[in-house]
């Protein structure tokens, strides 16, 4: 299994970007997919989170400004982020919590391998 992760960039405080993140292999389902995000000199966090049902999820800090969407049937989130601040500069990382395949038995959580995010002021 791998996660894809693209669109991070530079924009100015204000501004917009919207991350996507495939993920491909022997998937059957996929619990929830997640957005973390983690900026220099701290801990990693979660920002967004979305269920196989379309059940949202967000960190107090974005609501009302970042949107979470995802396409069962392509594997993919999307995480549409808008009114970017400095603060929410990060390289952001998707998550594929307990993903089950035709290959294994069980559950297992994978991850892309991050996009960063600048804003400047």
């Known amino acids: 299994v791998q996660l894809q992760a693209s669109g991070g960039g530079l924009v100015q405080a204000g501004g917009s970007l919207r991350l996507s993140c495939a993920a491909s292999g022997s998937i059957v389902s996929i619990a929830a997919m997640n957005w973390y995000r983690q900026a220099p000199g701290k801990q990693r966090e979660l920002v967004a989170s979305?269920?196989?049902?379309?059940?949202?999820d967000y960190v107090e800090s974005v609501k009302g400004r970042f949107t979470i969407s995802r396409d069962n049937a392509r594997k993919t989130v999307y995480l549409e982020m808008n009114s970017l601040r400095p603060e929410d500069t990060a390289v952001y990382y998707c998550?594929?919590?307990?993903?089950?395949?035709?290959?294994?038995?069980?559950?297992?959580?994978?991850w892309g391998q991050g996009t960063l995010v600048t804003v400047s002021s």
């Open positions: 998550n594929a919590a307990g993903t089950r395949g035709r290959d294994w038995f069980g559950s297992r959580d994978y």
């Open positions: 979305i269920t196989s049902r379309g059940i949202v």
